[in-house]
T-cell receptor, first 115, second 116 residues
Framework: DAGVIQSPRHEVTEMGQEVTLRCKPI?????LFWYRQTMMRGLELLIY????????DSGMPEDRFSAKMPNASFSTLKIQPSEPRDSAVYFC?????????????FGPGTRLLVL | AQKVTQAQTEISVVEKEDVTLDCVYE???????LFWYKQPPSGELVFLIR??????QNEISGRYSWNFQKSTSSFNFTITASQVVDSAVYFC?????????????FGTGTSLTVIP
């Protein structure tokens, strides 16, 4: 398997534009996570899905952020409209959770810069 | 309040030394999970371990070991015979159960430098 795939790897956009980040989890995994990392706020979990269903989106900063997982092999994180404070590295991870067993595998991250 | 404290901001050790990274958490929940992640200088994130609150057994994986003590609300991580490749920032995290699902709380990380 190719691992967790994220696209784009880098994104530069202007304030007010819509940004869509994409993630393809590892085949067979039943959970998917979106994280954000900034110098100011550190690491944050934004949202996670289990069997394509959002379990907890309380980490999503505000209504400008939305995440979807239409099927087991694809998820998007959308920011509309984007703001400079959204500049961060966004990581996607997937895992197979069975009872107490879990190992998350991370994608390489998308580095977003909002000007 | 839910909180994770990694009091050690930076640690330097000489290769082959053992090193322990501290993690202290606060939660009122009886069911929760604790995690450790590694972030090497390259920037990628690596998941190391997840432990639930009902399992206080120590975990060992090669040179890595974890000591979970509910009595002191700690989940410390020890690297035995450290190597240069262990140089990274290590994050501890807590996942607490909520009616709507779990919420994650991350520590601020401990930057470990292993000197050859």
């Amino acid at each position: 398997d190719a691992g967790v795939i994220q696209s784009p790897r880098h994104e530069v956009t202007e304030m007010g534009q819509e940004v869509t980040l994409r993630c393809k989890p590892i085949s067979g995994h039943n959970s998917l996570f979106w994280y954000r990392q900034t110098m100011m706020r550190g690491l944050e979990l934004l949202i996670y899905f289990n069997n394509n269903v959002p379990i907890d989106d309380s980490g999503m900063p505000e209504d400008r952020f939305s995440a979807k997982m239409p099927n087991a092999s694809f998820s998007t994180l959308k920011i509309q409209p984007s703001e400079p404070r959204d500049s961060a590295v966004y990581f996607c991870a997937s895992s197979f959770i069975a009872g107490d067993l879990e190992t998350q595998y991370f994608g390489p991250g998308t580095r977003l810069l909002v000007l | 309040a839910q909180k994770v404290t990694q009091a050690q901001t930076e640690i330097s050790v000489v290769e082959k030394e053992d090193v322990t990274l501290d993690c202290v958490y606060e939660t009122r929940d009886t069911t929760y999970y604790l995690f450790w992640y590694k972030q090497p200088p390259s920037g990628e994130l690596v998941f190391l371990i997840r432990r639930n609150s009902f399992d206080e057994q120590n975990e060992i994986s090669g040179r890595y070991s974890w000591n979970f003590q509910k009595s002191t609300s700690s989940f410390n991580f020890t690297i035995t015979a450290s190597q240069v490749v262990d140089s990274a920032v290590y994050f501890c995290a807590l996942s607490a159960t909520r009616p709507t699902g779990n919420q994650f709380y991350f520590g601020t990380g401990t930057s470990l430098t292993v000197i050859p």
